[in-house]
């Protein structure tokens, strides 16, 4: 959360409000709510694919930044940049989007009008679970400049070495983009017909409350597919104990498959929260193996 750190700092002030999403990463909510509070900035979250909602909390709170995801993480939420980025603008705001789980190659928030975009560049970007970094991207060369005296001051840069295989993962991003995204779209057909699954979230379905946005904002439905088990949480961790092609783990976006228990996993902060995540509910990074055996591991764990 280093690059989300810095970019607070450099762009906020203690008394700022910032809007983040009602179903945001657990690590976002953890860095706004134990951390950035304390500094004196303070937040509110607001479920950003209800616009209204969006509109009635801005006018209210006047924030100084409007942080968004989409997809979202785990509950795969779509929220429509570009009518979020109108609204930021019209009411004096800028709009940050956390594009990790999409990826450049699927969706480019700057083309939608968002003013900076932030990359967990140890997820798609590195692609090969070996790397940890962020990346902020912006429109703006001013912000380019603060946040430029802010990483230097801080420290916050990253290693030669580093840096090299971010950049390696850069050169096959397409390529492994294309497969996670078709991979995950078996899966995510596949669980759908499970009988042992109630509802699976992804918005390359077309029942996914989002899909007519992801299809006018994406390339393609990203490698990310999550479920809720009908048999509630026991079930839940039960599966994610049992595969053995998806190995157990809280990253995403490596050629490999994991599979997680968001509510004791990646979004334990968020207990007991307006954020907190189904018990019931399993998170899926979909790798780039061969799909027939992703769906034989996943039909042993189901039972």
Request: charged share 20%; glycine share 8%; net charge negative.
């Amino acid at each position: 959360m280093a690059a989300e750190d810095c970019l607070i700092r450099t762009l906020c002030r203690p008394g700022d409000h910032v809007l983040i999403p009602g179903d945001a990463y657990g690590g976002t909510f953890r860095l706004f709510d134990k951390v950035m509070r304390t500094w004196g900035v303070e937040h509110e979250s607001v479920l950003q694919t209800d616009l209204a909602a969006v509109a009635r909390a801005v006018a209210a709170r006047r924030p100084r930044l409007i942080w968004t995801e989409s997809p979202t993480n785990p509950l795969l939420s779509i929220v429509d940049i570009r009518a979020l980025a109108a609204l930021a603008h019209d009411n004096g705001a800028l709009l940050v989007v956390d594009n990790t789980f999409a990826s450049p190659y699927l969706q480019r928030p700057l083309d939608l009008g968002a003013d900076i975009v932030i990359h967990s560049t140890t997820k798609y970007l590195g692609g090969h679970s070996d790397v940890v970094g962020g990346a902020l991207v912006l429109k703006d060369l001013a912000h380019a400049e603060d946040l430029a005296f802010h990483q230097n001051a801080t420290g916050g840069v990253a290693g030669p070495f580093d840096a090299w295989l971010t950049l390696r993962g850069v050169k096959t991003l397409a390529a492994r983009m294309d497969r996670h995204c078709a991979n995950a779209a078996r899966v995510a057909l596949a669980l759908q017909s499970h009988p042992a699954v109630a509802s699976v979230l992804y918005p390359g379905l077309p029942g996914h409350p989002g899909h007519d946005v992801a299809k006018s904002q994406m390339r393609d439905f990203g490698g990310m597919v999550s479920f809720r088990l009908a048999a509630g949480e026991e079930k839940a961790v039960e599966v994610c104990a049992r595969t053995r092609l998806f190995t157990l783990g809280e990253s995403l976006g490596g050629v490999e498959s994991l599979i997680e228990h968001p509510a004791r996993m990646t979004h334990a902060s968020a207990a007991g929260s307006p954020l907190e995540v189904p018990s019931d509910l399993v998170r899926l990074s979909v790798g780039i193996e061969d799909p027939e055996d992703l769906l034989a591991d996943l039909a042993r764990a189901l039972g």
